[in-house]
C-alpha cells in the first residue's frame, strides 16, 4: 500500500493529500513519524530534502510535496476530472493550485505563525493578511458566477486554495471582510461543508463580525482550538 509521512495529521497541507484521496477512493497508510523517528540517521537518509506531507509507493520511491502527491493520487485513480478534463481546464487547475502555493500560503505562514502565538510579529501578520486579502480579491473575480474555481465541479484547485485559507479564514479574515468579498466566501463556506471537506477538517467555525483574531500571539489557546474559543466571544455567531 502506499504510504504517507507526516510530522503531524493536522496540517492543511497533509489535509490536500487526505481530502484528494478521499475524493478518488485512494487507500493509503498515514503514518506519523516522532520527533525522535525524524531525527534518526536512517529516517534521515530517507526523507533526505523531502518536506511533510511526504509519499512512499508500494515500490519504495518517495513523491514530495502535497500538491504533486494530491495530483499523483487523482492520475492513478483515473481521476482526470479533478485535475481539468482538456488541456485548457488542465492549464486552469494548475494555474489555481500554483496561485494558492506561491500567493496566498507564504503570506497565510506570516499570518498563522502570529496567530498560533509560535512568533509574536504582528506586523508580519498583518502584512501577510493583507496579501491574502489582494489574493481573495483576485478569486472573488475569477469565481464570478461559477460555483467552482475551475469548470463545473471540484478540482485540485479548489482543495489547494480552500486550505490554503483554511487558517486566515478561521483565525483572522472577519465576518466584516466576508461581507466585501461574497463570492469567495460563499464558496469557502460551500467548500466547508463538503463531506469530503469535514471527514478531514472537521467543523469549520469562521470569526463572528468585528473579531480580530482568535489567538493572540503568546496567548493561552492555539490552532483550531483557539478558533471555536473566538467563535464565541461577544458579537460572533462564529463561522456557520
Ligand atoms: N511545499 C511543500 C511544503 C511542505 C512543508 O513545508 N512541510 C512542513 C510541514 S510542518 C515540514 O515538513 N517541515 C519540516 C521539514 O522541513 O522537515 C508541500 O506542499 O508539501
Known sequence: MHKVYVNRPDHFFFYSVKMTADYCNFPFETVIVD????????FKAKKGWRKFPMMETPQGVLISESTAIAAYIARMSNRQDFLGNSAFEEAQV?????????????????????????????????DGIKAVKEAMKVLNTQLG?????????????????FNALLIPMTLSLDAGFRKAMPIVAA??????????????????????????????????????????????????????
Request: charged letters at 30%.
Open 35 to 42: 520527533k525522535e523517528t525524524e531525527e534518526s540517521k536512517d
Open 94 to 126: 494548475e494555474a489555481g493550485v500554483c496561485f494558492a502555493s506561491s500567493t496566498i500560503v507564504p503570506n497565510m505562514y506570516k499570518a498563522a505563525l502570529h496567530v498560533f502565538g509560535w512568533k509574536d510579529d504582528k506586523k508580519a501578520h498583518d
Open 145 to 161: 458566477d461559477s460555483a467552482w474555481l475551475v469548470g463545473d465541479r471540484l478540482t485540485l484547485a479548489d482543495i489547494v486554495t
Open 187 to 240: 464558496w469557502f463556506e460551500k467548500m466547508s461543508k463538503l463531506p469530503v471537506v469535514t471527514r478531514t477538517a472537521g467543523y469549520v467555525k469562521m470569526l463572528g463580525a468585528g473579531q480580530q483574531q482568535a489567538a493572540p500571539a503568546g496567548g493561552k489557546g492555539k490552532g483550531a482550538a483557539a478558533a471555536d474559543k473566538g467563535g464565541k466571544q461577544k458579537g460572533g455567531k462564529g463561522g456557520k
